[in-house]
């Protein structure tokens, strides 16, 4: 028990260091989850979405404005000392991919 409570201490002060130095946080369990490959991974995302003819530049305003609200919209994913963490985008990198934050497709049509 004595060594659970050991790890759990080093754990947490390595993971607040590597906040603290350079601005990285660690994955949650379910996060991390995501990430694996194999046929056994019983996660899935399935979104299905049926919406009303919108402005785009309008919904595409909002989603970025939201975008600076919602934690880990503006992370990426990147590996250091074999863990995955999120890190805050650059505001260069974020500008980079703010175009491509929400892409607008012309002419799907729902098959029915």
Same mark, same amino acid.
């Given at each position: 028990?004595?060594?659970?409570?050991?790890?759990? #201490? $080093? %754990?947490?002060? &390595?993971?607040? &260091?590597?906040? #603290?130095?350079?601005?990285?946080?660690? +994955?949650?369990?379910?996060?991390? %989850? &995501?990430?694996?490959?194999? /046929?056994?991974?019983?996660?899935?995302?399935?979104?299905?979405? #049926?919406?009303?003819?919108?402005?785009?530049?309008?919904?595409? /305003? &909002?989603?970025?404005?939201?975008?600076? #609200? $919602?934690?880990?919209?503006?992370?990426? +994913? $990147?590996?250091? +000392?074999?863990?995955?963490?999120?890190?805050?985008? %650059?505001?260069?990198?974020?500008?980079?991919?703010?175009?491509?934050?929400?892409?607008?497709?012309?002419?799907?049509?729902?098959?029915?």
């Amino acid at each position: 028990m004595l060594g659970f409570f050991a790890y759990m #201490i $080093v %754990s947490h002060a &390595f993971y607040k &260091f590597m906040h #603290i130095a350079f601005g990285m946080e660690v +994955l949650g369990l379910q996060d991390a %989850s &995501f990430l694996h490959e194999n /046929k056994d991974n019983l996660n899935f995302v399935v979104t299905a979405m #049926i919406t009303e003819k919108f402005k785009y530049e309008e919904m595409k /305003k &909002f989603y970025l404005e939201r975008s600076r #609200i $919602v934690d880990k919209a503006q992370h990426k +994913l $990147v590996q250091a +000392l074999g863990l995955f963490w999120y890190k805050k985008m %650059s505001d260069d990198e974020w500008k980079a991919y703010e175009g491509t934050f929400l892409t607008h497709v012309e002419g799907k049509k729902n098959k029915k």
